[in-house]
């Protein structure tokens, strides 16, 4: 998934200062011998690197403990892991992707089920569990997926004469969002746009939103169905819910700023310039879209004025369901470590995540959505989308979608996937070949990706 590149605000109080120090003080204090317990954190994220540094230093000129930092090159984490994990000073923290991950790291994930952070989270921030339900991943930034909505343009159909649907208050299921889409796209001339959603991206590399997030829907429901618990037990995808990704794949091909022989064609940047600059209505995103929608040249969306929507598409209960919230990145706690180094670990996580100072930093030096129950909706990046995760985060009438898409097989697969959806949209390809092809690749990939864990 395209993950947002937060904006690293260092705040006015230490974080500043140890700017000044450097990063020999941090190898003195966290590089060397020390007889007493320590923590080794492996950095994933090449952007944050300069701040998990300053972090290490505040948290030892506070309590003593050292606190090493290595930062991964981007695209070489699992790499740089297996070297670390190899070495007798390995990482005493590190993160793995979902469940993928859990299965290549398993023999080293502590139970971190009485953990202060554990006992935190909030109901909707689903933690990683092994076999005999140990939490062994805890996510900590959370990411929100769903239909982006310009509200001045939905207010403006909405006033239209005969207008069949009348307010948001009239969109609860697939069923009211296809009669919404189909009016809009009918009256795009009256209300300015080129239609009702922004271009489906289809070129190579552009599918994410296909394969990964509008998938995670039938892939959850169908995990639910089957009671399936673990990353090895889907060998096979029947796609039980596949006449529901259709519904909304399709909703989204023919009410939009293209037609869907032009799909192909589009990158994601096509269709979110196109929402920004208000020549559509809706777009399926996520929270870190708001980035690139208001730096958008043109951009005509009012930061009180973008609005998260489910993914309507006619799956179970969908009226009491939300938006899609969830991580790919759990934090876990290296169980090869000395018992003190792992309870150094836990400490340094409490205070970080659960500490009013820690929170302070979690907000506005990193920009994390924390999935922990001392966040209210005002502890969040300034971002009008990040807002609206945190509440939905805090919402306890409305179900939150958790992250399931990673049960997906592999990049592989993905990839094959796009491939067919982009022949499925210029008429080459009819659906029932896209879901046979569908089930043969992610039984033949799947089994692949088995075959590593092992």
């Not at 060397?32 to 000129?61: D, H, M, R």
């Amino acid at each position: 998934m395209k993950s947002e590149v937060h904006a690293m605000k260092h705040s006015t109080r230490t974080l500043a200062v140890l700017a000044t120090i450097g990063l020999s003080t941090l190898c003195l204090s966290a590089c060397g011998q020390n007889n007493g317990p320590s923590v080794y954190y492996l950095n994933f994220k090449p952007e944050q690197a300069k701040t998990f540094e300053l972090i290490a230093e505040e948290y030892t000129a506070e309590t003593g403990i050292p606190v090493k930092v290595v930062t991964a090159a981007s695209g070489s984490y699992m790499q740089t892991l297996k070297a670390e994990m190899a070495k007798s000073n390995a990482p005493t923290l590190f993160q793995i992707n979902g469940q993928e991950g859990y299965g290549v790291w398993k023999n080293y994930l502590a139970d971190m089920s009485d953990y202060e952070i554990t006992e935190a989270l909030q109901d909707d921030a689903q933690p990683i569990k092994d076999t005999q339900g140990n939490v062994v991943g805890v996510p900590f930034a959370m990411e929100g997926f769903g239909i982006l909505y310009n509200e001045e343009i939905l207010d403006a159909y909405f006033a239209l004469p005969g207008a069949k649907i009348t307010s948001m208050d009239g969109v609860k299921s697939f069923a009211d969002l296809k009669v919404l889409a189909e009016d809009m796209q009918a009256h795009k001339d009256e209300l300015g746009i080129n239609g009702a959603f922004a271009a489906t991206s289809l070129g190579a590399g552009e599918e994410w939103r296909w394969t990964n997030h509008l998938m995670n829907g039938p892939i959850h429901y169908e995990i639910v169905d089957r009671n399936i618990h673990e990353f090895a037990d889907m060998e096979e995808m029947k796609f039980l819910y596949g006449d529901n990704y259709r519904n909304l794949f399709d909703l989204y091909l023919q009410n939009s700023t293209v037609k869907p022989s032009l799909a192909s064609a589009r990158a994601v940047s096509d269709s979110m310039a196109e929402f920004a600059t208000g020549k559509a209505a809706m777009v399926q995103n996520g929270n870190w879209a708001w980035s690139q929608i208001s730096s958008e040249g043109g951009n005509v969306v009012k930061e009180d004025k973008i609005k998260f929507m489910p993914m309507y598409m006619g799956l179970p209960n969908e009226e009491n369901v939300g938006i899609n919230v969830g991580t790919e990145n759990f934090i876990c706690v290296n169980t090869k470590a000395s018992e003190e180094d792992q309870q150094a670990t836990r400490d340094f996580l409490k205070w970080l995540f659960l500490s009013d100072r820690g929170k302070e930093i979690v907000v506005n030096d990193l920009g994390f959505i924390a999935p922990f129950k001392n966040y209210d909706a005002e502890d969040v990046p300034d971002d009008p989308l990040a807002r609206q995760v945190q509440e939905a985060l805090n919402d306890e009438t409305v179900e939150a979608l958790p992250w399931d898409f990673q049960f997906s097989p592999n990049q592989q697969f993905r990839d094959l996937y796009g491939q067919n959806l982009a022949q499925y949209a210029n008429g080459r390809m009819p659906w029932e070949e896209v879901v046979s092809r569908l089930q043969a690749d992610w039984k033949y990939e799947m089994a692949n990706q088995i075959a590593l864990l092992d």
